[in-house]
């Protein structure tokens, strides 16, 4: 079983930064693609960032494209997600998402970060 552990979150002044942890448990992420995602209140889940385990590629919602970077470090079973320039409406709960297998049918996620983003 792989557990997901976000952590990082907190209440930050429009314009800072927060840098957001996810380590994994159970299973080495290596062969793992990667993920964050984000709800706010009355909204669906979205996608933020993603890192393909087999390309390595990363991709990034165009919401968040040229502020935020992923990261991942293999060795300690961690990927991160630094946010820079932050926003109020960048205010959520941050999801971890971890991914296995040839078609990602082995879905995992994280309980969950808050960041709230003040004006």
């Known amino acids: 079983q792989v557990q997901l552990v976000e952590s990082g979150g907190g209440l930050v002044q429009a314009g800072g930064s927060l840098r957001l942890s996810c380590t994994a448990s159970g299973r080495t992420i290596s062969s793992a693609s990667m993920g964050w995602f984000r709800q706010a209140p009355g909204k669906e889940r979205e996608f933020v960032a993603t890192?393909?385990?087999?390309?390595?590629?990363?991709y990034y919602a165009d919401s968040v494209k040229g502020r935020f970077t992923f990261s991942r470090d293999n060795a300690k079973n961690t990927v991160y997600l630094q946010m820079n320039s932050l926003k109020p409406e960048d205010t959520a709960v941050y999801y971890c998402?971890?991914?296995?297998?040839?078609?990602?049918?082995?879905?995992?996620w994280g309980q969950g970060t808050q960041v709230t983003v003040s004006s």
């Open positions: 890192s393909s385990a087999t390309t390595g590629n990363t």
């Open positions: 998402r971890a991914r296995f297998g040839a078609t990602g049918e082995y879905d995992y």
